[in-house]
């Protein structure tokens, strides 16, 4: 395999390890707020958990996944004060979400190595 080619797989496969690796943390982000959604006893709306995402990780969930998984932003939820949902529960479950979220990312990053390694091997790389 010469230059060019080896760069060209390498290329796909870091595409398919950081495809797999954001999906890995959306999929970590919306286990952590569908917890928060039982703990707190009230269903979420898909408005209150994009917030609840991004306050805890500063990163967005795809919009799709959002309809999939929690109800219509139209809801009485929206009759309260979003923003201080969001600050409440981030205060009362920071410290929770942070060992989660540093469990998710070790395992992660074991997923992400193995799975480098396989698709290099299949590749003759």
């Known amino acids: 395999m010469d230059y060019s080619e080896r760069r060209k797989v390498l290329g796909v496969i870091g595409g398919k390890i950081s495809g797999l690796k954001r999906r890995w943390r959306q999929t970590s982000i919306i286990s952590f707020i569908k917890y928060l959604e039982m703990q707190e006893v009230y269903d979420f709306s898909q408005t209150l958990a994009q917030r609840l995402a991004f306050e805890f990780?500063?990163?967005?969930?795809?919009?799709?996944?959002?309809?999939?998984?929690?109800?219509s932003n139209r809801d009485a939820s929206n009759k309260f004060d979003v923003q201080k949902i969001v600050k409440?529960?981030?205060?009362r479950y920071l410290t929770e979400f942070t060992v989660y979220w540093n469990d998710s990312e070790l395992s992660l990053a074991y997923t992400a190595k193995t799975e480098t390694e396989r698709l290099k091997a299949l590749n003759n790389i």
């Open 57 to 71: 990780c500063g990163k967005t969930i795809n919009s799709e996944v959002l309809v999939k998984n929690f109800k």
């Open 88 to 91: 409440d529960l981030h205060g």
